[in-house]
């Protein structure tokens, strides 16, 4: 039976009793090293402790956590359940950011626990969430600043101490503060060599900066540390995939693509696809042979969208993609109609909070989305018309800027293809002020006049 006295591993109160905190403390420090044990904690705290309102909203954010409609809906599942158990004031401002997120209002969620963080800073959970949340809505200044609001409040002797500091690495790397993001990173990694967002974040900052033999030998020689067995691998692989690429080893590339990226045993898991179509997409724009790699992946994405409605405008852009690479041009017009669709008629409904995901695809995703179609149809101007009045503005519908790098590449390849030589020459004179060693920037300067 729940008890109100009970609090967490970090001191924050938890209607539950010392058994169903021993269990959610284990979960929390498991999601926190991406470590897949925490979904095997989840599912026997709901089962154990259907009584504990945050065995139901760990299990509800994990589920919203993978960024597919279908998942949402067992999401709202368990936060219905929430709502029949015993909750304090902090279980019921979990509940509203599971209610919000749930709904569609990502952007929401995210503000509630905001909320929620300036009254309970170590909640951990709030805090790896709310980090994800501004990650998947392009929140830079949020994802630096969220962790750097809870740190103080942290037990400094205390190992997740520095899995907060291995996210502000993160966020002061998407905020482009490079330097202070590698120190940052390398310092979490001292602490805890298996923290594999403060890697990610440290990868990120060679990747920025034009690093890449530093990027290459810092994943190599630490591939024991996050290479196999955990939630994130196949993100790293594919960072390490991304520098093997600017060096050409092209046989590299789809050796890991293959064994680690995608393939016939690979789940089907959208985060997971989402790198899958973004590296054959850079291939495909590169003039290099994929090998008929975009087929399995394209169908891979058909299953997965099979009956899914809108929800994530990041992803429908990586479907299209992969669509588009493997030749299947009306698949990807289907998704742009049913996304012109989404829009005219959530535009149509109107309301205080329309959805978050609306915004972004009308803002974002269905003009990337117009824009591959369009190279795929080899309609260069048009891809040109889509992209360029919207590259400023990326970050509004998710992801990090190495991935947004990929509308970056199709504008530029775009503008090279459609003779539009002066434009091409200004984003590769952007690209080599920023990474004065990228062989991709100087490949493309070379095809210029």
Same mark, same amino acid.
């Given at each position: 039976?729940?008890?109100?006295?009970?609090?967490?591993?970090?001191?924050?109160?938890?209607?539950?009793?010392?058994?169903?905190?021993?269990?959610?403390?284990?979960?929390?420090?498991?999601?926190?090293?991406?470590? =897949?044990?925490?979904?095997?904690?989840? +599912?026997?705290?709901?089962?154990?402790?259907?009584?504990?309102?945050?065995?139901?909203?760990? !299990?509800?954010?994990?589920?919203?956590?993978?960024?597919?409609? =279908?998942?949402?809906? !067992?999401?709202?599942?368990?936060?219905?359940?929430?709502?029949?158990?015993?909750?304090?004031?902090?279980?019921?401002?979990?509940?509203?950011?599971?209610?919000?997120?749930?709904?569609?209002?990502?952007?929401?969620?995210? @503000?509630?626990?905001? *909320?929620?963080?300036?009254?309970?800073?170590?909640?951990?959970?709030?805090?790896?969430?709310?980090?994800?949340?501004?990650?998947?809505?392009?929140?830079?200044? %949020?994802?630096?600043?969220?962790?750097?609001?809870?740190?103080?409040?942290?037990? =400094?002797?205390?190992?997740?101490?520095?899995?907060?500091?291995?996210?502000?690495?993160?966020?002061?790397?998407?905020?482009?503060?490079?330097?202070?993001?590698? @120190?940052?990173?390398?310092?979490?990694?001292?602490?805890?060599?298996?923290?594999?967002?403060?890697?990610?974040?440290?990868?990120?900052?060679? #990747?920025?900066?034009?690093?890449?033999?530093?990027?290459?030998?810092?994943?190599?020689?630490?591939?024991?540390?996050?290479?196999?067995? %955990?939630?994130?691998?196949?993100?790293?692989?594919?960072?390490?995939?991304?520098?093997?690429?600017? $060096?050409?080893?092209?046989?590299?590339?789809?050796?890991?693509? *293959?064994?680690?990226?995608? %393939?016939?045993?690979?789940?089907?898991?959208?985060? #997971?696809?989402?790198?899958?179509?973004?590296?054959?997409?850079?291939?495909?724009?590169?003039?290099?042979?994929?090998?008929?790699?975009?087929? =399995?992946?394209? #169908?891979?994405?058909?299953?997965?969208?099979? +009956?899914?409605?809108?929800?994530?405008?990041?992803?429908?852009?990586?479907?299209?993609?992969?669509?588009?690479?493997?030749?299947?041009?009306? *698949?990807?017009?289907?998704? $742009?109609?049913?996304?012109?669709?989404?829009?005219?008629?959530?535009?149509?409904?109107?309301?205080?909070?329309?959805?978050?995901?609306?915004?972004?695809?009308? @803002?974002?995703?269905?003009?990337?989305?117009?824009?591959?179609?369009? !190279?795929?149809?080899?309609?260069?101007?048009?891809?040109?018309?889509?992209?360029?009045?919207?590259?400023?503005?990326?970050?509004?519908?998710?992801? +990090?800027?190495?991935?947004?790098?990929?509308?970056?590449?199709?504008?530029?390849?775009?503008?090279?293809?459609?003779?539009?030589?002066?434009?091409?020459?200004?984003?590769?004179?952007?690209?080599?002020?920023?990474?004065?060693?990228?062989?991709?920037? +100087?490949?493309?300067?070379?095809?210029?006049?």
């Amino acid at each position: 039976m729940a008890s109100a006295a009970a609090v967490d591993q970090h001191g924050n109160p938890v209607v539950a009793d010392a058994a169903a905190v021993a269990l959610y403390d284990r979960a929390v420090d498991r999601l926190l090293r991406f470590d =897949p044990e925490v979904l095997a904690c989840a +599912s026997t705290l709901a089962e154990r402790h259907a009584d504990v309102a945050m065995s139901h909203a760990l !299990v509800a954010y994990l589920y919203l956590s993978s960024t597919q409609r =279908p998942d949402a809906s !067992v999401a709202r599942a368990s936060w219905q359940a929430m709502a029949a158990t015993p909750m304090g004031e902090r279980e019921r401002a979990h509940h509203d950011a599971v209610g919000a997120w749930a709904s569609g209002s990502w952007g929401g969620a995210a @503000e509630v626990l905001d *909320d929620l963080l300036v009254r309970w800073p170590a909640d951990l959970l709030a805090l790896m969430l709310g980090h994800q949340l501004d990650f998947f809505r392009g929140d830079a200044a %949020n994802l630096r600043d969220r962790p750097g609001r809870s740190l103080s409040a942290l037990d =400094p002797a205390h190992p997740h101490t520095a899995l907060v500091r291995g996210m502000l690495a993160f966020g002061l790397e998407e905020s482009g503060h490079y330097e202070a993001a590698e @120190e940052a990173g390398q310092a979490a990694l001292a602490v805890n060599r298996d923290d594999l967002w403060a890697l990610h974040a440290v990868t990120h900052t060679y #990747e920025m900066r034009g690093l890449v033999d530093t990027g290459i030998e810092f994943l190599t020689s630490r591939e024991a540390d996050w290479g196999s067995g %955990n939630l994130f691998a196949v993100h790293n692989w594919w960072h390490l995939a991304l520098f093997r690429l600017e $060096v050409g080893d092209l046989a590299a590339v789809l050796a890991v693509y *293959d064994r680690q990226i995608h %393939n016939a045993a690979s789940e089907g898991v959208a985060l #997971e696809m989402v790198d899958a179509s973004a590296l054959l997409w850079r291939l495909h724009l590169d003039g290099l042979d994929t090998g008929g790699r975009f087929g =399995p992946l394209a #169908e891979a994405w058909a299953s997965a969208a099979a +009956s899914a409605e809108p929800w994530y405008a990041f992803n429908d852009l990586h479907a299209v993609l992969a669509f588009v690479g493997a030749g299947r041009i009306t *698949d990807a017009e289907r998704v $742009v109609e049913a996304l012109t669709r989404y829009v005219a008629e959530g535009s149509a409904a109107g309301g205080p909070d329309a959805g978050t995901n609306l915004a972004m695809t009308a @803002e974002i995703g269905l003009p990337a989305c117009r824009a591959v179609v369009a !190279v795929g149809q080899e309609r260069w101007d048009d891809v040109v018309a889509e992209l360029s009045p919207i590259r400023r503005r990326l970050h509004r519908f998710g992801g +990090s800027h190495a991935q947004r790098d990929v509308l970056h590449r199709t504008l530029l390849e775009a503008a090279v293809r459609s003779g539009q030589t002066s434009l091409a020459r200004a984003l590769v004179s952007e690209r080599l002020a920023l990474r004065p060693t990228s062989t991709y920037a +100087s490949a493309q300067q070379s095809r210029l006049p």
